[in-house]
C-alpha cells in the first residue's frame, strides 16, 4: 500500500517535518510543534486527530466537566488520565508500548464522565484497568478491570519473545518449545512439558487454561 507522504501537512499545532520509520506496521513522522517540542507521531494519530500537539495541548486544557461534579479525585478520575497519557503523549514512558504502537481509545471515553459511567461498578480498590485483546485499543467490549497480577499475565509478548506466543519458549539445546503458565491461585508457575512446535506448545497452554477455568487470556494459533 502506498503511504501518503505527509511532510509539511500541519494537525492541530503539529507540522510534520520528516518520515520517522514505522512503528508496529504504521507510517511514523517526526513533528514539530508550535510550542518549539518535536515528537515522533504516527500517521493514523494524525489523521484521526488523536495528536494534536507534543502533549502541551492537554497540559493547557481547562478541567473537564468532572471537576464540577466533585469527581477529580475519584481513582478512576486518575485512571483515565493516565490512561490518556500513555495513549497521546509522546513524553509519557509508556507511550511507545500504547499510542506509539497505534494503540487508541473510542470517541465516547475521551471524556470522563462516559468511562466513569462503564467503569463505576466494575472498579473496586487494588484491580487496574486492562485490555483482554492487547493490540486492541480502549473501549468498553474490550476493557475489565482485574488485579494486578492478572493485567501483568495479559500484556502483550515480550520483544525477546521469538516463539510468537505468551508462556512459550524455545529450548536451543533440546530444538524444542516449552509451554508454561504463572498462576498464584494454583502455586505459582507450571511447567505444561515441550513440545515439537510453538503452535503445539500453545495449544497445551490454551487447554490447560480452559481446563482449570482461568482468567489468562485465550491465544489464537497463527
Not at 495513549?87 to 487508541?104: A, E, M, T, V
Not at 519473545?161 to 524455545?170: A, L
Not at 530444538?175 to 508457575?189: A, E, F, H, V
Request: net charge positive; hydrophobic share 30%; glycine share 10%.
Amino acid at each position: 500500500m502506498r503511504i501518503k507522504d505527509e511532510v509539511g501537512s500541519k494537525y492541530g499545532r503539529l507540522t510534520v517535518l520528516s518520515r520517522a520509520g514505522s512503528v508496529r506496521g504504521h507510517a511514523a513522522w517526526l513533528c514539530q510543534c508550535i510550542c518549539g517540542e518535536q515528537s515522533i507521531v504516527t500517521g493514523v494519530h494524525l489523521r484521526n486527530n488523536n495528536t494534536k500537539s507534543c502533549g502541551c495541548l492537554s497540559r493547557e486544557q481547562p478541567p473537564t466537566r468532572a471537576t464540577s461534579h466533585g469527581l477529580k479525585t475519584h481513582p478512576l478520575y486518575c485512571v483515565w488520565v493516565h490512561m490518556k497519557d500513555r495513549l497521546f503523549n509522546p513524553h509519557s514512558k509508556d507511550f511507545h508500548n500504547y499510542g506509539g504502537r497505534g494503540i487508541s481509545v473510542c470517541e465516547g471515553w475521551l471524556k470522563f464522565l462516559p468511562f466513569y459511567t462503564w467503569a463505576k461498578d466494575k472498579w473496586r480498590p487494588g484491580l487496574e484497568l486492562d485490555r483482554e485483546d492487547n493490540d486492541g485499543n480502549y473501549e468498553p467490549d474490550n476493557c475489565r478491570f482485574v488485579s494486578p497480577s492478572i493485567n501483568s499475565i495479559n500484556k502483550r509478548k515480550l520483544r525477546r519473545n521469538t516463539s510468537g506466543y505468551v508462556g512459550v519458549s524455545y529450548n536451543k539445546t533440546k530444538n524444542t518449545y516449552q509451554s508454561y503458565l504463572g498462576c498464584k491461585n494454583l502455586g505459582g508457575n507450571h511447567y505444561l512439558g515441550s513440545f515439537p512446535t510453538a503452535e503445539e506448545a500453545c495449544l497445551a497452554r490454551n487447554a490447560f487454561i480452559l481446563k482449570h477455568n482461568l482468567p489468562h487470556k485465550i491465544q489464537e494459533i497463527k
